[in-house]
T-cell receptor, first 113, second 115 residues
Framework: GDSVTQMEGPVTLSEEAFLTINCTYT??????LFWYVQYPGEGLQLLLK?????DKGSNKGFEATYRKETTSFHLEKGSVQVSDSAVYFC????????????FGAGTRLAVHP | DVKVTQSSRYLVKRTGEKVFLECVQD?????MFWYRQDPGLGLRLIYF???????EKGDIPEGYSVSREKKERFSLILESASTNQTSMYLC??????????????FGEGSWLTVV
């Protein structure tokens, strides 16, 4: 079935380091892809999305490109801040399926000063 | 500003109790969802609803039921709580339609501990 695989955490970085969180998916069609972020004690917020191949989603300095050939949607940021410490979830969704999201397991990011 | 409100942030219940988790959205969305979040497993879909009084099972519906009597409210019910239902529960809503890029909005979550 359809699924999302994320790199295991936790990921620990120093402030201003480069961030990559890998995400790959398995799907029978062409889903939309999402990154959600969960800050401590809060629900999930949409960080960015891409709805078709080669689209690049971006927000708050984060970027991810929809790569159909490698079925990937890796999250990147050039210079992380302490305030980026959170859990990041990659997800996919198909049209016509009542907008159900399928999530990866989540990757915890800890950024130290 | 969009809003999905879960009425209880933290609950402690005893094994065998009936538990209600309430969720209200103010965006007139057709679709509403209940997920549970567990470490290492991500979010798993319990139930969803695409209209008033309509519901569909998600991936892990066992031990749960839902109710949607009004468009804005979607309740998750644990008929007889068990310790393996200790988890974080997240409610979400989204508009209907064929656009799979439609954003899904989440509530802040309800932490349930069953003792």
């Amino acid at each position: 079935g359809d699924s999302v695989t994320q790199m295991e955490g936790p990921v620990t970085l120093s402030e201003e380091a480069f961030l990559t969180i890998n995400c790959t998916y398995t799907a029978t069609g062409y889903p939309s892809l999402f990154w959600y972020v969960q800050y401590p004690g809060e629900g999930l917020q949409l960080l960015l999305k891409a709805t078709k191949a080669d689209d690049k989603g971006s927000n708050k300095g984060f970027e991810a490109t929809y790569r159909k050939e490698t079925t990937s949607f890796h999250l990147e940021k050039g210079s992380v801040q302490v305030s980026d410490s959170a859990v990041y979830f990659c997800a996919l969704r198909f049209s016509g399926g009542y907008n159900k999201l399928i999530f990866g397991a989540g990757t915890r990011l800890a950024v130290h000063p | 500003d969009v809003k999905v409100t879960q009425s209880s942030r933290y609950l402690v219940k005893r094994t065998g109790e009936k538990v209600f988790l309430e969720c209200v959205q103010d965006m007139d969305h057709e679709n509403m969802f209940w997920y549970r979040q567990d470490p290492g497993l991500g979010l798993r879909l319990i139930y969803f609803s695409y209209d008033v009084k309509m519901k569909e099972k998600g991936d892990i519906p066992e031990g749960y039921s839902v109710s949607r009597e009004k468009k804005e409210r979607f309740s998750l019910i644990l008929e007889s709580a068990s310790t393996n239902q200790t988890s974080m529960y997240l409610c979400a809503s989204s508009p209907s339609g064929k656009d799979s890029g439609n954003t899904i909005y989440f509530g802040e979550g309800s932490w349930l501990t069953v003792v």
